[in-house]
């Protein structure tokens, strides 16, 4: 039987970043294979040309070098090498039935850990090995819940399939689109997506979560001529400059009255010296809204900006989207069987239908609204833990009471449909 929290240590002491999982992912096929499951993984497993933010060649094979050297199979992360991380396992039943998902995602955040006494994963020996990357956010407890629910599932003694989508690069929102573009969501009748902590307190269950916004995530390149600052500065065109013109621009766009909306340069970068005209620039901005179609128009304004900026100071410039979500509208009906389920594990004392849930975004909307689409019903639930720190903080840290808890409950959830 597995070990959830020794499983949820090792993740955590193995973190990695979105498209970057190798160690991680492989260890869930062999889990997974383990488990007698039919295992999906590499190119056949996510479209390569959807990824969102892929990470450079370099990074991405340092990565694979590093998780080698920390005992990741060969023969498996060998079909991942270059950013092809996600898993899905697959369990048919022994009768026909409904196909039922459940998503996890896998990656973590470039934070620092922190090592103070009084962070628990510091006090007990597994904080991260990896300096600058750190499990900030729970997905090391989401992939061993959902290696937990494949352990308990793993028999078939069910009607219908069970499909379990292990997702890398949720941060950013990047990976669960390219998932979806593969083909993956598209058989399937339920789905159910779910997050630890979220500022739900232990013992309590969301059954839906409403709230999430569209986003969308570009970087903008700005490619000018570079030149002497003093002696010659008219013969240089400085693509820093226009990236900052555009920056201040993109900030002074209205307000809606048709919806809230965010919006963020969160990267400017450029030059070389004090005495070159800087020749490129790069800017990371954001863009969010409560609905599609603000958040497009917002996105049409900063693209617009971008080019006005770049014309203005005679650049070239090139904008590619890097990530990118829209808003849950979550089944009430399937948000009501979770809460119904739950209230049959032991430890879950407090229960909410649809609950406003300020996250920002989540590209598990993505995988939600394709299984909608196409007639079926999807929630994304929330279950409480307590944490010491805010999400994304350096001394962020779950409940392990947690894990097997929900495994419990998605172990209800997975056989009340399968039947």
Same mark, same amino acid.
């Given at each position: 039987?597995?070990?959830?929290?020794?499983?949820?240590?090792?993740?955590?002491?193995?973190?990695?970043?979105?498209?970057?999982?190798?160690?991680?992912?492989?260890?869930?096929?062999?889990?997974?294979?383990?488990?007698?499951?039919?295992?999906?993984?590499?190119?056949?497993?996510?479209?390569?040309?959807?990824?969102?933010?892929?990470?450079?060649?370099?990074?991405?094979?340092?990565?694979?070098?590093?998780?080698?050297?920390?005992?990741?199979?060969?023969?498996?992360?060998?079909?991942?090498?270059?950013?092809?991380?996600?898993?899905?396992?697959?369990?048919?039943?022994?009768?026909?039935?409904?196909?039922?998902?459940?998503?996890?995602?896998?990656?973590?955040?470039?934070?620092?850990?922190?090592?103070?006494?009084?962070?628990?994963?510091?006090?007990?020996?597994?904080?991260?090995?990896y300096e600058g990357n750190?499990?900030?956010?729970?997905?090391?407890?989401?992939?061993?819940?959902?290696?937990?629910?494949?352990?308990?599932?793993?028999?078939?003694?069910?009607?219908?399939?069970?499909?379990?989508?292990? $997702?890398?690069?949720?941060?950013?929102?990047?990976?669960?689109?390219?998932?979806?573009?593969?083909?993956?969501?598209?058989?399937?009748?339920?789905?159910?997506?779910?997050?630890?902590?979220?500022?739900?307190?232990?013992?309590?269950?969301?059954?839906?979560?409403?709230?999430?916004?569209?986003?969308?995530?570009?970087?903008?390149?700005?490619?000018?001529?570079?030149?002497?600052?003093?002696?010659?500065?008219?013969?240089?065109?400085?693509?820093?400059?226009?990236?900052?013109?555009?920056?201040?621009?993109?900030?002074?766009?209205?307000?809606?009255?048709?919806?809230?909306?965010?919006?963020?340069?969160?990267?400017?970068?450029?030059?070389?010296?004090?005495?070159?005209?800087?020749?490129?620039?790069?800017?990371?901005?954001?863009?969010?809204?409560?609905?599609?179609?603000?958040?497009?128009?917002?996105?049409?304004?900063?693209?617009?900006?971008?080019?006005?900026?770049?014309?203005?100071?005679?650049?070239?410039?090139?904008?590619?989207?890097?990530?990118?979500?829209?808003?849950?509208?979550?089944?009430?009906?399937?948000?009501?069987?979770?809460?119904?389920?739950?209230?049959?594990?032991?430890?879950f004392h407090s229960f909410?239908?649809?609950e406003y849930n300020s996250?920002?975004?989540?590209?598990?909307?993505?995988?939600?609204?394709?299984? $909608?689409?196409?007639?079926?019903?999807?929630?994304?639930?929330?279950?409480?833990?307590?944490?010491?720190?805010?999400?994304?903080?350096?001394?962020?840290?779950?409940?392990?009471?947690?894990?097997?808890?929900?495994?419990?409950?998605?172990?209800?959830?997975?056989?009340?449909?399968?039947?």
């Amino acid at each position: 039987m597995l070990d959830l929290v020794s499983l949820r240590r090792d993740f955590h002491r193995h973190p990695e970043v979105g498209f970057t999982e190798f160690r991680t992912a492989s260890k869930v096929v062999e889990i997974l294979t383990s488990l007698g499951y039919e295992v999906i993984y590499g190119q056949e497993a996510i479209d390569g040309d959807s990824r969102r933010g892929l990470p450079s060649e370099a990074i991405l094979e340092a990565a694979y070098e590093r998780a080698l050297r920390d005992g990741a199979n060969p023969a498996i992360v060998g079909k991942m090498r270059g950013g092809y991380t996600a898993v899905i396992g697959v369990k048919k039943g022994k009768a026909p039935g409904p196909t039922v998902a459940f998503r996890f995602d896998m990656d973590a955040l470039p934070v620092l850990e922190s090592t103070e006494q009084d962070h628990f994963p510091q006090a007990n020996g597994f904080r991260s090995l990896y300096e600058g990357n750190m499990h900030a956010c729970a997905h090391d407890g989401h992939t061993t819940i959902g290696l937990g629910l494949a352990e308990a599932l793993a028999a078939g003694d069910f009607s219908g399939t069970l499909k379990l989508i292990f $997702q890398p690069a949720e941060e950013g929102v990047r990976g669960a689109y390219a998932i979806v573009e593969k083909g993956h969501l598209d058989d399937v009748d339920y789905i159910f997506c779910n997050h630890l902590g979220v500022n739900v307190p232990l013992g309590e269950v969301h059954g839906g979560s409403y709230g999430f916004l569209a986003t969308t995530k570009m970087m903008a390149h700005f490619y000018g001529v570079s030149s002497h600052a003093g002696a010659w500065p008219e013969q240089g065109k400085n693509a820093l400059l226009g990236a900052a013109t555009a920056l201040l621009n993109i900030h002074a766009i209205p307000r809606f009255s048709t919806g809230d909306t965010r919006i963020n340069v969160g990267v400017l970068e450029g030059g070389t010296a004090a005495n070159i005209i800087p020749a490129y620039a790069k800017m990371v901005v954001e863009t969010r809204s409560i609905t599609e179609e603000v958040n497009e128009e917002v996105e049409n304004r900063v693209r617009n900006i971008i080019a006005h900026s770049a014309a203005m100071h005679e650049l070239d410039y090139k904008i590619e989207v890097v990530g990118g979500a829209i808003p849950i509208n979550y089944d009430v009906e399937v948000a009501e069987l979770a809460l119904e389920e739950a209230k049959q594990v032991e430890g879950f004392h407090s229960f909410k239908h649809g609950e406003y849930n300020s996250m920002g975004s989540e590209d598990a909307s993505f995988m939600i609204k394709r299984v $909608q689409d196409r007639g079926g019903k999807g929630t994304y639930m929330a279950i409480g833990t307590d944490i010491p720190a805010p999400h994304h903080h350096p001394k962020f840290d779950i409940q392990e009471e947690i894990l097997p808890r929900s495994v419990a409950l998605l172990n209800r959830i997975a056989r009340r449909l399968l039947t």
